[in-house]
């Protein structure tokens, strides 16, 4: 799990393309990273899911703003670019049951995720 550390925090702001992926895709690519130890720094895997993340949490701001713009509630209210580390975004990715995994993408899980760190108030 620190392997994504590596990588440094990421942030919502940032876009690279990637699509969200089912959960369990997921952290099977991750485990199997963390499997490597240090030389998952040098594997195309981890630019893989640190651009997933970064589209999922981009598309996510995307979201909001234009919740925020067309006067409907968001479904976060976070107060500026979050900064996440891979435990939080690994802790998030396994409270996903396992029966659930499949078929739960990881934009779905963050958005919950910031849903419950960033409420916004009523």
Request: net charge positive; glycine share 6%; hydrophobic share 45%.
């Amino acid at each position: 799990m620190k392997i994504l550390r590596v990588a440094g925090a990421l942030c919502v702001a940032v876009s690279t393309g990637a699509t969200a992926m089912p959960v369990d895709a997921f952290l099977a690519r991750a485990d199997a990273l963390q499997s490597k130890g240090i030389t998952a720094m040098f594997s195309g895997d981890l630019k893989v899911l640190t651009g997933v993340i970064q589209s999922d949490a981009a598309a996510l701001r995307a979201e909001r703003e234009a919740a925020t713009a067309a006067h409907r509630a968001p479904s976060f209210c976070a107060p500026g670019p979050v900064k996440l580390g891979s435990n939080e975004i690994f802790q998030a990715m396994r409270a996903v049951p396992a029966a659930d995994r499949p078929h739960t993408d990881t934009r779905d899980v963050l958005r919950s995720y910031f849903a419950r760190r960033f409420p916004c108030r009523t």
